[in-house]
């Protein structure tokens, strides 16, 4: 049986914005409330569901510690990235800046890869307390989630693998 390709994303972003809760979700459907900082880079292989592509896809998630900040650019965990996921916690409006520089960083060292951002927390916006995008979202995708509800976390991932398919990466 032959394995499908595997291409490799990064998930970015400040810590405790739910990189991790993100990619629990995702692999295990699971979800703790309890934190837990990731030290370094834990790494996940996520096989696309069939009914998504035309072709067989693996993406192998490596959760990065939100302690990297720009700092990331300069690191070999970036080599072969096909894209990114950029996280920013719906809650927080000053992670979702940070956000941004992520994005710009990863499209400066790594041009034409998809750059995704995940808006997590979504479950606990309302009308009364939703965040002002910075206007650099209006030029990326952007899904709004929930680890802890389950909400587009499997879509926006599969849109992540659509993207790289697209582009060929």
Do not use: C
Not at 28 to 50: A, H
Not at 93 to 122: C, H
């Amino acid at each position: 049986m032959s394995r499908s390709p595997a291409r490799k994303v990064m998930l970015l972003g400040e810590i405790g914005v739910g990189k991790s809760s993100l990619a629990q979700r995702l692999m295990f459907n699971r979800f703790s409330g309890e934190y837990k900082p990731t030290i370094g880079v834990e790494v996940y292989r996520y096989e696309v569901p069939q009914a998504a592509l035309s072709e067989p896809m693996t993406l192998i998630l490596w959760d990065t510690d939100g302690n990297f900040g720009d700092a990331i650019f300069s690191h070999v965990y970036l080599k072969e990235a096909a894209a990114a996921v950029i996280v920013g916690d719906a809650m927080r409006p000053e992670t979702l800046d940070s956000a941004v520089r992520l994005a710009q960083g990863f499209a400066e060292v790594l041009p034409g890869r998809p750059v995704y951002f995940i808006l997590n927390k979504w479950d606990l916006v309302t009308d009364a307390n939703e965040p002002v995008l910075p206007t650099a979202y209006k030029t990326r995708p952007v899904m709004k989630a929930s680890a802890a509800l389950g909400e587009n976390v499997n879509e926006a991932f599969i849109e992540v693998a659509k993207a790289i398919h697209r582009r060929g990466h």
